[in-house]
Structure formats: structure tokens, C-alpha cells
Nanobody, 124 residues
């Protein structure tokens, strides 16, 4: 089993920045891909950014490309999401997800492991 714990959410004004962290514990050797998803009230959960923990290759949704950066610290078994130039439409609960193999990283059903989420609120 793998446990994921997110932190770093909060409230910020438009144009501001936040950094989210996702710490993994348990049988982390089984994890080869990690991602960040978000879900706003009344909307479906959407993939934001993903990273191969083996190669370091990163992936981004069009809505955050150029503003968000996903990175990892393998020694700490932690993945980060640096969010810059935040917009009110970025307001959502942000979740960390992980699995050993992912076909389409944007699809939530690809992941077996999820964190509890951390709230990000961006005011205009």
C-alpha cells in the first residue's frame, strides 16, 4: 500500500503563487508515475500535471502549461507543484495521485492511490 499526503494549499490573490507538496510513504518502490489533479465544485476531476518518477519526464494540461511546474525529490519521496500566475479559475481541491503504470495520465481511473486533497483558493 501507498499513502499520499498533500500540503501547501491556501488562499492567494490572482497573480500570486503557491507550492503544493505530496509526500509518499509505504511501498513507494511500486510507484512509477505521480500526478496532480484538481476538482472544483460541480466539476469533474481534471488532470493538471504528471511526472514519471523513473525518467523525470513531465506532462501538463493545456490550462496550466507555462504557469505550473511539477517536480520531484526522490530522496524525500515527495512531488511538488509550483503554481505561478494563479487565476480565480484555478480555485479547486488539489489531489495527488500515484500508480505503478499509467496509460493516459489525464484520466483519474488510471490511479489507485490518492491523497485527501488540499484546498487552493484564488481571489480576484
Amino acid at each position: 500500500q501507498v499513502q499520499l499526503v498533500e500540503s501547501g494549499g491556501g488562499s492567494v490573490q490572482a497573480g500570486g503563487s503557491l507550492r503544493l507538496s505530496c509526500a509518499a510513504s509505504g511501498y513507494t518502490r511500486s510507484i512509477n508515475f505521480m500526478a496532480w489533479f484538481r476538482q472544483a465544485p460541480g466539476k469533474e476531476r481534471e488532470g493538471v500535471a504528471g511526472i514519471s518518477t523513473i525518467t523525470g519526464v513531465t506532462y501538463y494540461s493545456d490550462s496550466v502549461k507555462g504557469r505550473f511546474t511539477i517536480s520531484q525529490d526522490n530522496a524525500k519521496k515527495t512531488v511538488y507543484l509550483q503554481m505561478n500566475s494563479l487565476k480565480p479559475e484555478d480555485t479547486a481541491m488539489y489531489y495527488c495521485a500515484a500508480d505503478s503504470y499509467v496509460g493516459n495520465w489525464l484520466e483519474s481511473y488510471e490511479y489507485n492511490y490518492w491523497g485527501q486533497g488540499t484546498q487552493v483558493t484564488v481571489s480576484s
